[in-house]
């Protein structure tokens, strides 16, 4: 029988998690996992470390249940692995922007976890991150930097527990009054910008910060980050830009924002001014920072028939992943086999 290991953050969001874990476990166990679990505790990366150790030990299938915090932990514990199990996700957090994405059930953590049943997987893209100021390795949905990418740490975690998606928006309306741009150089494939900057966004999937026409036709696993950068602009330019945000998207064709695909991204401060970075909503390090898009690199669970044509590459079910999975552990057995044959001889 296959194993599943679910890692979940007892804290996450509203904290319901605790009271459906056992009916979670019940739809794994008849989907054919022997599944356990583990709960996060206060140690600084407590569930990186046990992702890296449950797949290290042959786990098939790791769970991350929590917020887009646990997620990113999750893939941080397997990505730097040779062989890296198949990932779900219970979006058990405030804005579950991963959990979006992937079209998994955010209202409801059973039926998320019932996902596992429709037997469709996807390769997502996972940002690597290069600097000796950085706190993490990889992240799976944004990379950001700028006054505003600081409103999803500088939200207290009570305040998220309590007034969910309201918190955010309250800090939001107070950090955009005293928005400063940012002197900086931004290398890409196919050129640089150089100048001051209001927000610098690398993104990996369309749903940023629960808004899915921030980056509108972003693609999950061509391989490419899509690069944002809001150009120094006052109030009302900031208003205007944020309002086509959220209605049309229109605003990647302002002449305030410079919007390219690039599969590295390197991020240059031109001041002795620190700049932080935002990685999946926690923060990730001081910039100087390089970014690189390593292509359709884990595989989740996913509803892949709900996602739009344009925002994949390539969809698999999860008995063709696992098919392909054996072929390859049967040429490798084969290999080995021979080669002890020629030994022997």
């Known amino acids: 029988m296959k194993r599943a290991r679910i890692i979940y953050n007892p804290s996450s969001g509203r904290e319901t998690i605790q009271r459906v874990m056992l009916e979670i476990m019940e739809v794994y166990e008849k989907a054919g996992f022997e599944t356990s679990v583990f709960e996060t505790t206060k140690k600084a990366f407590s569930a990186r470390d046990e ?3 449950a797949a290290l030990d042959g786990f098939d299938l790791i769970v991350a249940a929590g917020g887009d915090g646990t997620v990113n932990e ?7 692995l040779e062989k890296r199990p198949l990932m779900a996700v219970i979006p058990a957090g405030t804005t579950n922007d991963y959990a979006r994405a992937l079209k998994i059930p955010r209202d409801d953590l059973i039926e998320a976890a019932k996902v596992i049943n429709k037997k469709e997987t996807i390769k997502m893209d996972i940002g690597k991150v290069t600097s000796h100021n950085s706190r993490l390795d990889y992240f799976m949905n944004i990379g950001a930097i700028g006054t505003l990418s600081e ?9 998220k527990t309590l007034y969910g998606y309201l918190a955010y928006l309250t800090k939001g ?11 900086v150089r931004i290398e890409y494939d196919e050129g640089f910008f150089e100048g001051k900057a209001n927000l610098i966004l690398l993104a990996l999937t369309n749903s940023v910060g629960g808004f899915e026409k921030i980056v509108p036709d972003a693609r999950l696993d061509d391989g490419k980050f899509t690069l944002l950068i809001v150009k120094q602009s006052n109030i009302v330019q900031l208003f205007n830009l944020i309002t086509k945000a959220l209605n049309d998207g229109s605003h ?20 002795k001014e620190k700049m932080k970075v ?41 008995d063709e992943v696992m098919l392909k999975r054996a072929e390859e552990e049967y040429r490798s057995a ?12």
């Not at 390090?285 to 970014?291: K, L, R, W």
């Not at 290999?335 to 044959?341: D, F, G, L, R, S």
């Open 51 to 53: 992702a890296r150790r």
């Open 74 to 80: 999750v893939v941080n514990g397997i990505s730097g």
């Open 151 to 159: 409103l999803t740490y500088e939200v207290p975690s009570m305040l």
């Open 173 to 183: 309306a107070e950090l955009i009054t005293r928005i400063k741009p940012v002197p």
């Open 252 to 271: 990647i064709k302002d002449k305030l924002v410079t919007y390219v695909k690039s599969s590295k991204v390197r991020v240059l401060p031109l001041s």
């Open 278 to 318: 935002n990685l999946d909503g926690e923060f990730g390090g001081i910039a100087p920072m390089s970014f690189e898009n390593l292509r359709q690199h884990l595989e989740f669970v996913a509803f892949t028939s709900k996602m739009k044509p344009h925002s994949r590459t390539m969809a698999q079910t999860a």
């Open 334 to 345: 084969s290999k080995e086999m021979k080669k002890n044959h020629k030994v022997n001889k």
